[in-house]
C-alpha cells in the first residue's frame, strides 16, 4: 500500500483535485468541509498539509499514523527541487467556506448590522484560515 493510499483511507471527504492531488477533512477537528491538502510525490512520498493549521504530526496521530508512513519503503533521488508543493488552487478550494463566512459578515455590516462576539471570533478564525491558505500556496 502506498503512503497515499494508506492516508487517504483513514480520513474522510477525500476529493481528488488533480493527479496525485488531494483535499480532505482533517481529523483532529469536526470541519464540514476540507481543509487540508495531500500531495504524492513522483517519488511516491506523500506531503500533506492542513490550512486551518494543525500540524502534520497531530493529523497522523488521530488517524494512527507516524511520519515514517509518509515515504515508500525505498526513495529514489529526484535531482529537481519541489517548488511550490500545493497549488493555488487546492487552498482556494479548501477555504472556499471561509469565503462565504466573510461575505456574510462584510453583507452585514454593510447593511449597518451589528455582528455579535461570537460572529465576529468566527470572522477571525474564516480570516486566519484564508491566511494560513494563502501562505500555504506560496502566495
Do not use: Y
Not at 483532529?28 to 504524492?40: L, N, V
Not at 474564516?126 to 500556496?137: M, Q, Y
Request: net charge positive; with cysteine; hydrophobic share 40%.
Amino acid at each position: 500500500m502506498t503512503p497515499a493510499e494508506k492516508f487517504l483511507s483513514r480520513v474522510d471527504g477525500v476529493k481528488q483535485t488533480g493527479p496525485g492531488r488531494w483535499i480532505f477533512r482533517v481529523p483532529t477537528r469536526k470541519d464540514k468541509r476540507p481543509s487540508g491538502s495531500a500531495r504524492e510525490l513522483e517519488d511516491g512520498r506523500l506531503l500533506i498539509h492542513d490550512f486551518a493549521g494543525d500540524s502534520v504530526p497531530e493529523i497522523l496521530a488521530a488517524v494512527g499514523l507516524e511520519i515514517t508512513d509518509l515515504f515508500p519503503e525505498k526513495i529514489t533521488t529526484d535531482k529537481r527541487g519541489e517548488r511550490r508543493p500545493f497549488p493555488a488552487a487546492d487552498a482556494l478550494r479548501c477555504v472556499a467556506f471561509e469565503c462565504l463566512v466573510v461575505c456574510a459578515a462584510a453583507a452585514a455590516l454593510a447593511a449597518g448590522q451589528h455582528i455579535s462576539s461570537v460572529d465576529r471570533e468566527r470572522l477571525l478564525v474564516a480570516a486566519e484560515r484564508i491566511r494560513n491558505a494563502a501562505n500555504g500556496a506560496g502566495l
